[in-house]
Structures are given as C-alpha cells and as structure tokens.
C-alpha cells in the first residue's frame, strides 16, 4: 500500500521560504506524477504543481514566480520550496500521487501539514 | 487562474438524489474530458471520487455518477448516505499553462 507523508516546520516566518518534504514508502516514484496542494483555512483546494520522476514540472501560474518542486529518486522523496511567504500562505499542505490514467487524479494523499505564517 | 464555481452548498434527505454542479468555460471543461471530483471529510485528507468527468475508482459507490455538458461538469449522488456530509471539489485540466483548477468547493449536508 503506498502511503505519502509530509515533513517540514509548521511555523515560518513571513518574507521566508517554505520548505516541504513528502516521503513514499510501499511504491516508487518512477513513472508517477506527483503534486502539492494546499487547502487555506476556510478555502477551497488549490493545486501548486507537479513534479515528475525525471524532475520536470508543471506550476501553477499563481505560484510560478515563487515555487520550486523538487523530486529526489533515491529517497523517494519529492519536496516544495515557496518562496516570500505571507498570511495568505497559511495552509494544510497536501502531498499526491497522479493516479496512471485521467490527469488530475490523485490516488493517493499524505495526510496533510498545516504550516503558519507568523512573525 | 479562476477558479471553477460551484454552490457553497447542497443538502438532501437520506434516500435521496443530490447534484453539485462544476462550471468552467471552454479554455477547461468545455475543451477536455478531464474533470475528477474529490470528497473531503472534516480533518482527512481529499479521495478521489470521479476522474475523466464519468468514471469511479475502484472501492468508490456507484451511488456517485458523474456527467457533464458543454462548460459545466456535475456529481450526482443517489441514495443519500450520513456518511457521504462532507465537502466536494471538482477539478478540470485546463491545459498545459493551467494545467489544474479547483472549484471552490460544496459542503454537502444529509439533513
């Protein structure tokens, strides 16, 4: 069973980077797309990018000045860096895999990291 | 990148049918067949529901149906469960420089 789990400080300060990693066990990431997505509180779902297992990506175009995702094969990890954070970054940040058919499915999800922006 | 609309919100009796409808515009659900749609529980992560606008994961009820017309996709779900309360996003690829956009989403209520 392939279970994805997000790591990173649940505290950054505002002008900061935001760094995350998502580790998988149970499956590799080879041949898989797999995503960031953050839900703010009391908003909807936004999609931030993807990363393949080769390292290409695809950002979302409100992110792409200030994000960069990153795919390390050999510790079947991927990450997220978003730079010049504010309030308004303040999240539950989902890792995700692409599910093999049908583009924007995602089979499987970490269980989410809640990161504040704060001073 | 616009979001897609949906209601805020949506309720119906247990045993009965309830539709959330995804609008979009023609640059994203008019222009593929990419739609999916995702159930999220207070305090869980979102599951997969729906992918390419009709099709159910496996494991998924085949009380969940999805359809679509022109720039509007729709999740229906039939036989209204407790457990199907929770909040429901759509998503539609919108080609490669706008690759995924959420619609805002819809709390579903079983009254």
């Known amino acids: 069973q392939v279970q994805l789990q997000e790591s990173g400080p649940g505290l950054v300060k505002p002008s900061e980077t935001l760094s995350l990693t998502c580790t998988v066990s149970?499956?590799?990431?080879?041949?898989?797309?797999w995503s960031w997505i953050r839900r703010p509180p009391g908003k909807g779902l936004e999609w931030i990018g993807f990363v393949y297992y080769s390292g290409s990506t695809n950002y979302n175009p409100s992110f792409k000045s200030r994000v960069t995702i990153s795919v390390d094969t050999s510790k079947n990890q991927f990450s997220l860096n978003l730079s010049s954070v504010t309030a308004a970054d303040t999240a539950i940040y989902y890792c995700?895999?692409?599910?093999?058919?049908?583009?924007?499915?995602?089979?499987?999800w970490g269980q989410g990291s809640l990161v504040t922006v704060s001073s | 990148q616009s979001a897609l609309t949906q209601p805020p919100s949506a309720s119906g009796s247990p045993g009965q049918s309830v539709t959330i409808s995804c609008t979009g515009s023609?640059?994203?659900?008019?222009?593929?067949?990419?739609v999916s749609w995702y159930q999220q529980h207070p305090g869980k992560a979102p599951k997969l529901m729906i992918y390419e606008v009709t099709k159910r994961p496996s494991g998924v009820p085949d009380r969940f149906s999805g359809s679509k017309s022109g720039n509007t996709a729709s999740l229906t779900v039939s036989g209204l469960q407790a457990e199907d309360e929770a909040d429901y996003y759509c998503?539609?690829?919108?080609?490669?420089?706008?690759?995924?956009?959420f619609g805002g989403g819809t709390k579903l209520t079983v009254l």
């Open positions: 995700a895999r692409h599910q093999p058919v049908g583009i924007t499915s995602f089979d499987y």
């Open positions: 149970g499956g590799s990431l080879i041949s898989y797309n």
């Open positions: 998503i539609s690829y919108g080609g490669t420089r706008n690759w995924g956009i």
């Open positions: 023609s640059s994203d659900i008019g222009a593929y067949n990419y």
